[in-house]
């Protein structure tokens, strides 16, 4: 039975599946609605499968989570500093 490449299917797919949300986030400059939390967890979890596919030597792996983390990144540093902006103008109004 020959080999089916499941992982860089998938890889294609889970990194692909997140471009539209990183396009808009960038594009809109709009992380109102985005989880902190979410990203975070996010953000750690690719990073750890970059980690894992190293050891494992597993480019689909590799490849598909450096670009997410990446992705994730920059929404996630526009978020906190979207979210330190909003408390600043909270901690100013009080």
Request: charged letters at 20%; a positive charge.
């Amino acid at each position: 039975m020959e080999h089916f490449p499941f992982g860089p299917l998938a890889a294609i797919f889970t990194t692909t599946a997140f471009l539209p949300q990183a396009v808009k986030v960038i594009r809109t400059r709009d992380t109102r609605s985005l989880s902190l939390t979410m990203y975070i967890f996010m953000f750690t979890g690719t990073t750890l499968w970059t980690f894992h596919g190293i050891y494992l030597q597993d480019k689909a792996i590799i490849y598909s989570n450096i670009i997410t983390s990446v992705l994730n990144a920059v929404i996630l540093t526009m978020k906190i500093q979207d979210t330190l902006k909003e408390r600043q103008k909270r901690k100013k109004a009080s």
